[in-house]
């Protein structure tokens, strides 16, 4: 599942042996007549970076999914406001629903892990977040800055 502001990955070891590497897309908003398919690169190639928790603590990016099937979100950053309205919707999933399913909810982002606490105090998020603050992770998958909006009269496309 991929949203055009956020970037969000499901793995698995047991799909990887089955599928291959768990692979990534980045989707942005283009023109209705543009087809050209989005990049898709393969997870693997942040194997080497790391996240920051909430109290400054490195931890290699690959130990988030290596056991696990995991949801990773991506944020453009903690103060997009549609970002955050997304992770609002996300504090909203009850977490006896990913223990059951076995799935860990991980969200990323790129600022200072100092910034961690009061985002997930605003948004309500109570699931495991983390930061890329030299946003190693975000430049290994080719995840882009900004994001290009297109409009076709009162439709957003």
């Known amino acids: 599942i991929v949203t055009s502001l956020l970037k969000i ?3 698995s070891a047991s799909l990887e042996k089955t599928l291959g590497a768990p692979q990534t897309v980045q989707i942005k908003r283009t023109p209705q007549n ?5 990049p898709i690169t393969n997870i693997k190639a942040a194997k080497d970076c790391f996240v920051v928790n909430c109290y400054g ?4 990016f690959p130990a988030l999914y290596e056991k696990t099937k995991t949801i990773l979100v991506f944020l453009r950053h903690f103060l997009c406001y549609t970002c ?7 504090a909203k999933i009850p977490e006896k629903y990913l223990k059951d399913a076995d799935v860990r ?7 200072s892990h100092d910034h961690i606490q009061g985002f997930c105090t605003q948004t309500g998020y109570t699931h495991e977040m983390y930061v890329d603050p030299t946003r190693s992770i975000y430049k290994s998958l080719q ?13 957003l496309v």
């Open 143 to 155: 995840m882009k800055q900004g994001e290009i909006f297109h409009q076709a009269g009162s439709v």
């Open 34 to 38: 543009q087809h050209d398919p989005p």
């Open 105 to 111: 909810l991980i969200v990323i982002g790129q600022s």
């Open 84 to 90: 955050r309205d997304y992770v609002e919707d996300l």
């Open 9 to 11: 990955t499901i793995m």
């Open 57 to 60: 603590r490195k931890i290699p």
